[in-house]
């Protein structure tokens, strides 16, 4: 089971985004965004309760506000779900439908923004849904759950609703397209709010069941209980064929964990390392970059070859393209994963981490695109931002424009810029060797406020932090005996 925080708002662009399959394993959010690739949950936008902060939010400053904290929080619970044969078919139905009445209700606003006739308003769509239930074409759609059609006329609102703020600046971070179709090869997903009457029952041993109107009582695994109540739940089919259960939870604010130990962390990311720390008590360390779709790229691509030689509209070709969006699923499990673990032990192990701003869309437009998304800096600073929040750790961003890897950190001195390739530089003022990445960390930990604490550590911590070669302390060549044997 994955926990995850609902950001409204932050979410609600992706009602649209129906990326083909290939673009969504490297999807990489821009600076300051904080959708992530695999939970694009349409339904968040729906709920609407304000000043919620959630558990793990990666604004700091409403932590503060102890009054917005205490109200609660939501997150969102998501599980594997597994259908048995005659829900899977039950679900499909209601998906259909979902789709459908999606589908209609924005080629209905469409043609009339086209025609210049005025823009149906919600409550014209709600009524068309129920008339259209009325006619023989569309009859089908009363044998399904109503909620969830509904939601989708809802979800279709605040894509619009999206659309239209991020295009008067009223909703920052990167811009909103227009709602566009749904496609049956995509996602799909249909969200029962409480309304709906659907119910929970976890008996414990990791099975869950949840009873949805229409469609039964579907199992899912649930590794730990939801602790309260669930406000809606959500079934997902993803493209590569898995179902997943998602719950919002209101719950209570949890209880701040005490302080890490009082160290602080300078991390810069790249390419050749993901990350490269360096500690306040003159430790240091560099995180390999697993380049985890580059790995499978061959493999990837076989399945995509695969794929574009089935026939269309055939079975296989649908066999092709679940295999398609398994592999990506993979690769983006296991870079998520990755994440997750460097993030929690950062913020366990330190009081401060300094991070760099980075423009992660500006890079993506470069050469090095590619790697970029892959590297996936983005999801592991929110990651690491959301984690500190929980285990009361400060995390300091330093700006983009911070020339990090130009000065030098035991002198200060500025020595100009350095292309990409220079792993390793010699300070021309004070003849430091200094190594590229080792120097940059220490420089965000410096541009973070935390001089005192690195000026602390003795005067030539910071030296030894940044030189490409630090204090050797190899152990003596061994000399191993003359007659040894295996
Ligand atoms: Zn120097």
Same mark, same amino acid.
Do not use: H, K, W, Y
């Given at each position: 089971m994955i926990v995850l925080a609902v950001e409204l708002r932050q979410f609600a662009s992706e009602v649209h985004s129906h990326l083909p399959h290939h673009l969504l394993?490297? &999807?990489?959010?821009?600076?300051?965004?904080?959708?992530?690739?695999?939970? &694009?949950d349409e339904h968040q936008m729906c709920v609407t309760v304000p000043h919620c902060v959630s558990a793990t939010s990666d604004k700091p400053n409403l932590i503060h506000d102890t009054k917005s904290y205490r109200r609660g929080v939501l997150k969102r619970y998501r599980c594997r779900a597994y259908p048995t044969g005659e829900q899977h078919r039950a679900l499909s139905r209601l998906f259909g439908c979902c789709r459908v009445v999606f589908n209609d209700a924005l080629a209905a606003r469409e043609s009339a923004r086209r025609a210049g006739r005025p823009i149906p308003s919600k409550g014209e769509l709600s009524a068309a849904l129920t008339a259209a239930k009325a006619t023989p074409e569309r009859a089908w759609l009363a044998e399904v759950s109503s909620v969830p059609l509904q939601q989708s006329l809802a979800d279709l609102h605040r894509a619009y609703a999206n659309f239209f703020d991020s295009h008067t600046g009223k909703r920052k971070g990167r811009k909103v397209g227009a709602p566009r179709f749904k496609r049956r090869t995509h996602r799909q997903s249909a969200r029962f709010t409480r309304n709906a009457g659907f119910g929970v029952l976890e008996p414990g041993a990791g099975a869950g069941f949840v009873r949805l109107p229409k469609i039964g009582r579907v199992r899912y695994e649930s590794s730990r209980p939801l602790p309260a109540d669930p406000s809606s739940v959500t079934v997902i089919r993803e493209a590569d064929g898995r179902h997943y259960v998602s719950f919002v939870v209101d719950e209570p604010a949890p209880a701040v964990v005490p302080a890490s130990p009082a160290r602080a962390a300078g991390v810069d990311v790249g390419l050749t390392d993901l990350a490269t720390i360096v500690y306040d008590d003159g430790t240091r360390e560099k995180i390999d970059n697993p380049r985890w779709l580059r790995s499978k790229e061959r493999g990837l691509a076989r399945a995509q070859r695969a794929y574009s030689r089935t026939m269309k509209g055939s079975k296989n070709r649908d066999k092709a393209r679940r295999k398609v969006a398994a592999a990506h699923r993979k690769v983006r499990e296991t870079r998520l994963d990755h994440h997750h673990k460097l993030a929690l032990r950062l913020v366990r192990e330190n009081q401060a981490v300094a991070l760099e701003g980075l423009s992660v869309a500006g890079l993506a437009r470069t050469r090095l695109a590619k790697s970029v998304h892959d590297a996936g800096w983005s999801t592991l600073r929110r990651l690491i931002e959301e984690k500190a929040a929980r285990y009361g750790a400060v995390v300091h961003t330093i700006s983009q424009w911070e020339p990090t890897s130009q000065v030098c950190a035991g002198c200060g001195v500025r020595d100009g810029k350095k292309p990409l390739d220079v792993r390793v530089w010699v300070c021309s003022s004070c003849g430091l060797v200094l190594d590229r990445d080792y120097n940059a960390a220490v420089n965000v930990?410096?541009?973070?406020?935390?001089?005192?604490?690195?000026?602390?550590?003795?005067?030539?911590?910071?030296?030894v932090l940044a030189c490409a070669d630090p204090v050797k302390q190899e152990p003596a060549e061994q000399i191993l005996p003359d007659g040894e044997a295996a």
């Open positions: 394993a490297v &999807r990489q959010d821009r600076a300051g965004e904080r959708a992530t690739p695999i939970f &694009r930990m410096l541009a973070a406020g935390l001089v005192e604490r690195v000026n602390a550590c003795g005067g030539s911590v910071r030296r």
